[in-house]
């Protein structure tokens, strides 16, 4: 079905626009993400897995002679089928991470759609690391190709959180090639000195807002040359302050 629609030169009827010359002349490949299932409906899917689609991406982009056809990556929608990630991308042929353009990722919940915050220094951090460092040796972002990797943004008062972070890590130690047995952990979670959460930026936040909770419950007497406000001598008489002074 996907192949005829990207194939109309083949076709002698010629029922569809070529596609082909849109994707070459804009270089946007267009790119099949892994899908999600509701309960009932997992063996309803067509290419689930995203081992199918890399067969049928090469395939396509041989025929055409340039790349045409893609892979977007969820690590949460597979989960959602009962594809583990992990075993997935093991049994990938050596080139099938050039590929997978995109990569949409969030907290890895099986319970899609989920899209929950990546919180930094998480073993869920640790865990999509590992997922994106097998599919950089199978060459995700290894050529001079755009490669995208996604957080599909949640909901609630604060949806973000930390991920961007996270995400952020994850790249910086992909572009260096460090297997995952070898991150330099203080680093990668963000603890380091001079990192967003470090020991030493930790410590400035607590002594700023030490005294917060004293906000509104100390009140202060007049100085010399000055005055307070009416709201103030409404609460607390100048004069009060004074006595107690004398006392």
């Not at 890895?108 to 990546?118: D, M």
């Not at 995208?148 to 959180?161: A, H, L």
């Not at 680093?187 to 470090?198: C, D, K």
């Amino acid at each position: 079905y996907i192949w005829g629609h990207l194939n109309q030169d083949k076709n002698p009827n010629k029922l569809y626009y070529d596609l082909k010359e849109i994707i070459k002349k804009y270089k946007m490949p267009l790119v099949l993400e892994t899908p999600m299932a509701h309960r009932g409906i997992e063996e309803w899917l067509r290419l689930p897995n995203p081992i199918q689609m890399y067969y049928l991406a090469k395939q396509v982009n041989e025929e055409a002679g340039f790349l045409c056809l893609a892979i977007a990556m969820d690590f949460e929608h597979m989960l959602s089928i009962r594809l583990d990630p992990e075993m997935v991308i093991d049994s990938l042929p050596e080139d099938a991470g050039k590929y997978v353009l995109v990569i949409h990722t969030g907290y890895p919940a099986p319970l899609a759609p989920a899209h929950i915050p990546i919180p930094l220094g998480s073993e869920q951090q640790f865990y999509l690391y590992k997922l994106m460092y097998k599919l950089r040796k199978k060459g995700f972002g290894k050529d001079k190709k755009d490669y995208f990797i996604v957080f599909e943004r949640g909901g609630g008062t604060d949806p973000i959180q930390q991920s961007i972070i996270a995400l952020r890590k994850i790249v910086e130690f992909l572009e260096k090639d460090v297997p995952p047995e070898k991150l330099p952990m203080e680093e990668f979670f963000g603890f380091a000195t001079g990192e967003i959460a470090s020991l030493e930026r930790q410590r400035a936040i607590i002594s700023e807002h030490a005294l917060d909770p004293l906000k509104g419950v100390i009140m202060i007497p007049e100085e010399e040359f000055t005055f307070l406000s009416t709201a103030a001598t409404e609460r607390v008489s100048p004069e009060k302050w004074k006595k107690e002074e004398l006392k």
